[in-house]
């Protein structure tokens, strides 16, 4: 499975590379205090998350290894039909992971108040979980039902089917989440016709080849401290959305280097080559849950086709994806090396570049080079040392305005 994963990987990666990043010291961008403190809150934050993991985990094998034979004859009783007892048995999963977690989330969130990331008080954030809980349990139900039906109607054969079901709501999530789920967390409010940032932002997508449908400012200050932009959607959901954070708060060079980079992902097709990605490797992630579902369930008696079986189908999902994700971030971070550069040729701006990744560390209290390990294993984009060294590089290469002296 990962080995499959990784000639993806090879297989999907951007064919144009950007120049080598330069060798830039941490110390001539960013303070020490600042670059001590950032560690100090990113080791707490990365314990809490493997702290998360560990209680999911730990949840799941207490349900596999325990009696899920019993759990799974009671939920049958629920109705006669065994797609509402798959349905209920897959909400109830995903309920109870995101309850275990409450006392670590909590005290994530607690931490990134109290680093200045988070805007959100107790109660709006609790909101916020309890939505984000139930779209969950919606799509588990979904899913648990279909994942079962599939089992049971092709005991050995289930993970081809299984694997297309899976791009495809992917695909259908790309395109509908933007008009359909993101207003359930924030409001939007499209930029007035004429004025000079639309103006700029559509002049910037023409630059790039991209089109879009809308330019929207969203209330992320509500949440987060974060500067941000997105290009969401597929076809006519597709939209440029600037972070208010962004739009009060960021020089306009930096905010340009945002939007060009989210440009980018559009040039080149970044949300359809991540669902390639998915294609190559759901069939065989699915084999694997597949393989381990099926032991874990004949280890305790069970059906692999009914309710009883889901823990260990989602234990094994959990693990599969945990283990693609590795190969996953690589691509990531190729594809967002990639952006920058595009983002650099668009704007001819390498020195917004280098204070956006100044600001952006520092606000979100970002380690400006972590460790090897930690970014091989968990960064979805470069570190922000490495991406100030690739747009000196580029700047070099394709010289523009002069490179920011550092502080």
Do not use: C
Request: proline share 8%; no cysteine; aromatic share 6%.
């Amino acid at each position: 499975m990962v080995i499959v994963a990784e000639g993806a990987v090879w297989l999907l990666r951007p064919r144009a590379e950007p120049p080598e990043p330069a060798a830039v010291e941490v110390a001539d961008y960013f303070e020490p205090v600042a670059v001590e403190r950032a560690e100090d809150f990113r080791r707490g934050q990365l314990a809490l998350f493997a702290g998360g993991l560990a209680i999911q985990g730990t949840l799941l094998g207490a349900l596999v290894l325990g009696r899920p034979a019993v759990a799974g004859r009671a939920l049958e009783r629920v109705g006669r039909r065994r797609v509402a007892s798959a349905a209920a048995a897959g909400a109830g999963i995903s309920a109870a992971l995101v309850v275990a977690t409450i006392p670590v989330d909590l005290w994530a969130h607690e931490r990134a108040v109290d680093a200045g990331i988070s805007t959100q008080s107790l109660g709006p954030w609790l909101a916020d979980l309890g939505k984000g809980a139930a779209i969950g349990a919606g799509f588990a139900a979904l899913g648990a039902a279909a994942l079962l039906a599939l089992v049971r109607r092709l005991p050995r054969a289930w993970p081809a089917p299984g694997a297309v079901v899976l791009v495809g709501v992917s695909a259908a999530f790309s395109w509908l989440a933007p008009v359909l789920l993101a207003p359930l967390f924030n409001e939007f409010e499209p930029l007035p016709d004429g004025s000079e940032l639309r103006t700029e932002v559509l002049d910037l997508a023409e630059r790039a080849g991209v089109e879009v449908g809308e330019v929207y400012e969203v209330d992320a200050s509500r949440r987060s401290t974060s500067l941000n932009a997105y290009v969401g959607g597929l076809g006519p959901t597709k939209r440029v959305v600037l972070y208010d954070n962004l739009v009060d708060d960021a020089e306009r060079p930096e905010l340009r280097s945002v939007v060009a980079h989210e440009l980018a992902h559009q040039e080149h097709r970044d949300i359809p080559r991540g669902l390639l990605f998915l294609a190559i490797v759901a069939p065989l992630g699915l084999v694997f849950t597949r393989e381990a579902a099926t032991a874990l369930a004949a280890r305790r008696g069970a059906d692999p086709g009914s309710p009883a079986a889901l823990p260990g189908y989602a234990l094994a999902l959990g693990a599969a994806s945990l283990g693609l994700m590795i190969p996953g971030n690589q691509l990531s971070r190729q594809v967002e090396a990639s952006a920058d550069d595009f983002a650099i040729e668009l704007t001819r701006e390498p020195a917004a570049l280098i204070d956006l990744q100044k600001r952006l560390a520092e606000t979100n209290v970002s380690d400006p080079d972590p460790p090897a390990v930690v970014s091989f294993l968990l960064g979805s984009h470069p570190p922000a040392i490495e991406r100030i060294g690739a747009a000196v590089a580029r700047e070099r290469v394709s010289p523009g305005p002069a490179e920011p002296t550092p502080p």
